[in-house]
């Protein structure tokens, strides 16, 4: 009896044992159930509040999820992460991330015997970020599924995963932005412009240049990200899901095509190969067609790739887009070829093309799930080989790779204040160790002051420094030998002295020991941005009153440019199309900017049967006719870069653009920066040095005076004037005006042909939009 007493026990508890996963699972809420429909479903979106409020209700019943609010957003909204392990890892958390910054950093390992007993030990750790493009819907709706089956699922890839990873989930890299576009996108639900473009920007400053921001860290969003996530922990992996158009492949995954920006360690490119290809296999046997690698997207810039300088692989991921929503229906003849493939055909890269059909809000969802968990099955089953290869990439930068100098010098003593206070931030924020020289010294044939600051190479994000302070030199790639150029995915040059307008000296004999240096700075000051005469206070009664005009075509560049406006607080109004057809601006404002736009864009706007009848339009005849006489009786336009033409072929401004026409074997700068030559003279670049630096985009110009009274205030530098990155033809833009004030009737038109406050990364020209707006 007692021997079955024992068996009948046993037999109790084994039952209780194994329903208590069970029992777990049946207490988590799932996605569908809280939000109260489908996830995936046609026409249906969370919205903040419910994805937060979701993600709470899973922390609070699962024991394997942690989540904790990393701070504000721009507009105020909590900005949230998940913390996704067992349930053992997460109870011992902490000595879980001691392992991982030991790891982070060599110096702090004693021996081989140490680093081998980490690593066996250690856990990868895999930052999943999401939805910064919030139009791109699929990317806030999949983290809740990723959330729930990691913290449920009982299967084995499921435990797998918990038990050899710690999952950062970031389930919105943009949550104002996600709330204004589910906001927007249900109001038009049913209307003839169903899932239309949002009328504004998807995020309050940057719109879909917040996925620029990884070298700058200019946002909130940003800060945050790299600050709580990816300097708080260091992971060996960073998976950014995104969406892409709707006629190309269905899913995207590295290898990136070439070029590698040439900081990035080789051992990265080696392990973003061998994780890409496997999840394109993976994603193969589950059934997903139209899957590619080595396709459309390269390594160039860092504004994208911030942990390919922090030891760390980025993957990328892209999935085809529906109409937000709203699903839609691909001819398979819609279909259509992208950089280095073609979505009709067969090739190596592309092995099963999708053959067209219907695109549903759930096939997004679908591919961005499967894909994380290729991922992690990936990081999971090679945990031991990332933490490994993570160390040895720390090992090469505190050795310092020979391309390096032995460090840089920035002195402290430059006249650009706010330029320097802008990159010694940069620097600290990025986990660079900047220290301070506590005595005079010589090197690289430089004197250096006590006080200035040492950027010494032999670091673990040395390699993060060199990619901003040096020039770059982008390899001259064309289609075919002497055709066209092979154009890069986003801009060329990042060479953070020159935009910001200081100094930044590498040496390499830099006395060893004989130089005393500080601690690495823990923190850096907010800079202090002023612009005399406008900002605040210091503007006084005579101040301009500013009118940035605000098309409803939703333009990154006017967002960047009340950045700018907001950070060295300069009063201004925002107008729209409306405020300009009323006419008498005098009586109401002194200056209007027009931020780089399309002139088409701002004359006619948008079609109405696009958008409601109030937001359709541009200025038209009417605002044209209002600015004009703004101009005679006295005010200011401004125009930025692409917003020149406006001024040229709307308000009759006596210049040409010199490159118009050209076809790009012949000219191609497609985001450089380029020497600029100023006529300080000029009260428009007052107290400027004669030389600076200007950046140059794809819409940028060059003028032809065709009338006499025209002021030239700035050039680009004679002969070759490319002074970071990649430039064909630039003969065709040396020495011509960049910068030109229009005078008539008792006012003026200031033209720019480049962007003055491009990304707001370009302090060194700052001033001379600031300068355009003085009266």
């Known amino acids: 009896m007692r021997d079955t007493a024992r068996h009948a026990l046993a037999l109790v508890l084994l039952v209780l044992a194994a329903a208590t996963p069970l029992r777990a699972q049946q207490a988590v809420p799932t996605p569908d159930d809280y939000v109260g429909f489908k996830i995936g479903s046609d026409r249906h979106l969370a919205d903040w509040s419910q994805v937060t409020g979701y993600m709470e209700a899973l922390a609070e019943a699962s024991p394997r999820v942690q989540l904790d609010t990393l ?35 060599p110096r702090t390992i004693s021996s081989p015997e140490e680093a081998d007993s980490l690593i066996h030990e250690g856990k990868a750790v895999v930052l999943i970020t999401s939805s910064i493009h919030s139009t791109e819907v699929g990317g806030t709706q999949a983290p809740m599924k990723i959330a729930y089956r990691l913290a449920t699922s009982e299967k084995p890839l499921a435990r797998k995963i918990r038990d050899n990873t710690i999952v950062l989930l970031v389930p919105s890299l943009n949550p104002d932005g996600l709330d204004m576009v589910v906001h927007w996108y249900r109001s038009t639900v049913g ?40 300097n708080a922990w260091h992971p060996q992996i960073v998976h950014d899901i995104h ?44 059934g997903h067609e139209g899957v590619v690698v080595d396709a459309i997207y390269d390594a160039w810039t860092p504004a994208r790739a911030y942990q390919h300088y922090h ?33 009709r055909k067969r090739s190596w890269n592309f092995p099963e093309p999708w053959p067209g059909g219907e695109w549903h809000l759930s096939d997004i969802i679908g591919y961005m799930e499967d894909g994380a968990f290729a991922l992690l099955e990936h990081a999971a089953d090679n945990r031991e080989r990332w933490l490994r290869s993570f160390l040895e990439i720390g090992r ?41 020289a506590g005595a005079d010294f010589q090197a690289g044939g430089h004197r250096f002051s006590a006080g200035d600051y040492v950027i010494p190479m032999h670091q673990p994000y040395a390699s993060f420094a060199q990619a901003m302070l040096e020039r770059q030199e982008y390899p001259d790639l064309r289609q075919y030998p002497g055709g066209p150029p092979r154009r890069p995915y ?73 950045w700018v406006f907001d950070r060295y607080h300069i009063p201004y109004t925002t107008v729209h199309n409306a405020d300009l057809k009323a006419g008498d601006l005098s009586s109401r404002f002194d200056v209007v900017v027009f931020a780089s736009e399309s002139p088409r864009t701002i004359y006619f706007g948008r079609p109405k049967a696009s958008v409601p009848d109030s937001l359709a339009g541009g200025v038209g005849a009417r605002g044209v006719a209002a600015l004009e006489d703004f101009v005679e009786d006295g005010g200011t336009v401004v125009t930025l870069q692409e917003a020149s033409r406006f001024a040229i072929d709307y308000l009759g401004a006596p210049v040409r653009d010199v490159t118009a026409g050209l076809r790009p074997e012949e000219f191609y700068i497609p985001g450089s920066i380029l020497r600029l030559d100023l006529d300080t003279s000029s009260p428009l670049a ?53 910068l030109v004030e229009v005078p008539r009737g008792r006012g003026r038109i200031v033209l720019f042909g480049f962007r003055p406050q491009y990304r707001v990364q370009s302090v060194a020209t700052f001033p001379l939009l600031f300068d355009a707006l003085r009266r």
Request: charged share 20%; no cysteine.
């Open 71 to 105: 701070g504000p957003t721009t507009l105020g909204r909590p900005f949230v992460m998940l913390t996704i392990a067992s349930r053992s890892t997460l109870a011992d958390l902490d000595h879980f991330h001691a392992i991982q910054m030991k790891l982070a950093d």
């Open 191 to 230: 209307k003839p412009w169903e899932a239309a473009s949002p009328p504004f920007l998807y995020h309050h400053y940057a719109g879909h240049d917040n996925n620029r921001d990884w070298y700058y860290f200019a946002l909130q969003e940003t800060n945050l990200t790299v600050r709580d996530a990816q």
């Open 243 to 286: 969406q892409q158009g709707q006629r190309g492949s269905r899913f995207f995954i590295p290898p990136w095509i070439d070029p590698y920006e040439p900081n990035v360690d080789p051992l990265l490119t080696e392990s973003i190969n061998d994780i890409g290809t496997h999840m394109a296999w993976r994603m193969g046997t589950q």
């Open 311 to 343: 030891a760390g692989a980025r993957i990328l991921t892209e999935t085809a887009s529906a109409d937000m929503a709203t699903p839609i229906t691909v001819p398979a003849d819609s279909l259509r070829p992208g950089r280095n493939f073609d979505a």
């Open 396 to 436: 090469k930068a505190v050795a310092k790779w020979e391309r390096w100098p032995d460090a840089w010098v920035i002195p402290a003593g430059q006249a650009n204040r706010t330029g320097l206070q802008e990159l010694i931030r940069v620097m600290v924020t990025a986990d660079v160790e900047v220290r301070r």
């Open 490 to 562: 986003d801009v060329t040059a990042q060479t953070l002295p020159l935009l910001l307008g200081v100094d930044a000296v590498p040496v390499d004999d830099l006395p060893a020991g004989s130089v005393p240096l500080s601690d690495p700075m823990a923190s850096a000051p907010e800079p202090r941005r002023t612009a005399p005469g406008l900002s605040g206070e210091q503007a006084g009664k005579g101040a301009p009153r500013i009118a940035l005009y605000q098309s409803w075509s939703a333009d990154i560049d006017e967002g960047w440019t009340r």
């Open 686 to 738: 007052r107290g400027m040095p004669d030389s600076t630096a200007a950046w140059y985009g794809r819409s940028s110009m060059a003028f032809v005076p065709t009338d006499s009274g025209v002021r030239v205030v700035g050039r680009y530098g004679e002969k070759d004037p490319l002074l970071s990155g990649w430039a064909l033809g630039s003969k065709h833009v040396a020495g011509r005006p960049a």
